[in-house]
């Protein structure tokens, strides 16, 4: 969905755990379906995790536990590595989801992310164990993420860490742009290099 990244302040959603990757995100017998439909992709958002297999609800997985909500995903070290399927990013976007916090992203998930308006933020691994013992001890306490100034803070400590991204990327989440509408915007600039090109 396409939103203007500002300043996001919310509670987080904490998975504390290595190496996901985007099965384990969006299982493969969902990337038969034919539809690009954010509920669906959502509502399967590690689909093995929060369902056992006779279907009912597996309370001891975090996106069943009513102490945690918001929308920042804090997730162990290495996520989104495995297959590079754009439908992983689509679940965590159809969720809700829109930022990840992670000590390191797999590149390919990283840009997918990116592109469905979904903001991956890596912070030092010291950072992101103090979130997850900061979430263990109040699972209300909240984080912004300022993107025009590249930080993410802590709240419950007052500690901030500043985050890289891609400059065009930026401008493309603050302003709410996808590449096509990049672009759009560019028709002018284009038009006229083409006209003196032909010249």
Known sequence: MKQKFDIIQSSCVPLPLENVDTDQIIPARFLKATTRDEKFFGDNLFRDWRYRPDGSRNEQFVLNDPRYGGCILVAGKNFGSGSSREHAAWAIAGYGFRVVISSFFADIH???????????????????????????????????????????????????????????????????????????QQKDKIEQYEQKRAQ
Not at 123 to 139: G, K, M, Q, W
Not at 142 to 148: A, G, K, S, T
Not at 152 to 170: D, M, P, Q, W
């Open 110 to 184: 990283k840009n997918n992310e990116l592109n469905n308006f979904v903001l991956p933020v890596v912070v030092s691994e010291a950072f992101l164990a103090e979130l997850f013992a900061s979430i263990a001890a109040d699972p209300n306490m909240q984080v912004r993420v300022d993107v025009p100034n590249q930080t993410v803070t802590n709240l419950a400590t007052g500690r901030s860490e500043r985050f890289e991204i891609n400059a065009y990327k930026k401008y493309c989440l603050v302003n709410a742009l996808d590449d096509i509408d990049y672009l759009l």
